[in-house]
Nanobody
Framework: EVQLQASGGGLVQAGGSLRLSCAAS????????IAWFRRVPGKEREAVSC????????YYTDSVKGRFTISKDSIKNMVYLQMNNLKPEDTAIYYC????????????WGQGTLVTVSS
């Protein structure tokens, strides 16, 4: 069974940085797209960024472009989200998720990690 483990959240002041990590196991890493989502209580879940490990293609939602960078380590089966210049509106629970490259929906989810950005 696919397993995802997210970590790296915490409390940071506005303008600061955090790096989230997603450890993936029990699946063929390069055959899946790995994504970061975030959820603020009372709001819809938002796709923040994703990466295709096989070719390195990436996606970012507009609000994080230029501030967040997603990357992968295919040897360690890890995906990272480097978050710089954090803003209070980035406060959320962040989740990593995975889906096979050929499907539309993310079927595998890790537990969330809380990011809190103080103003």
């Amino acid at each position: 069974e696919v397993q995802l483990q997210a970590s790296g959240g915490g409390l940071v002041q506005a303008g600061g940085s955090l790096r989230l990590s997603c450890a993936a196991s029990r699946f063929a890493f390069d055959d899946y797209v790995i994504a970061w989502f975030r959820r603020v209580p009372g709001k819809e879940r938002e796709a923040v960024s994703c990466i295709s490990p096989s070719d390195g293609n990436t996606y970012y939602t507009d609000s994080v472009k230029g501030r967040f960078t997603i990357s992968k380590d295919s040897i360690k089966n890890m995906v990272y989200l480097q978050m710089n210049n954090l803003k209070p509106e980035d406060t959320a629970i962040y989740y990593c998720a995975a889906k096979p490259r050929t499907t539309m929906s993310y079927d595998y989810w890790g537990q969330g990690t809380l990011v809190t950005v103080s103003s």
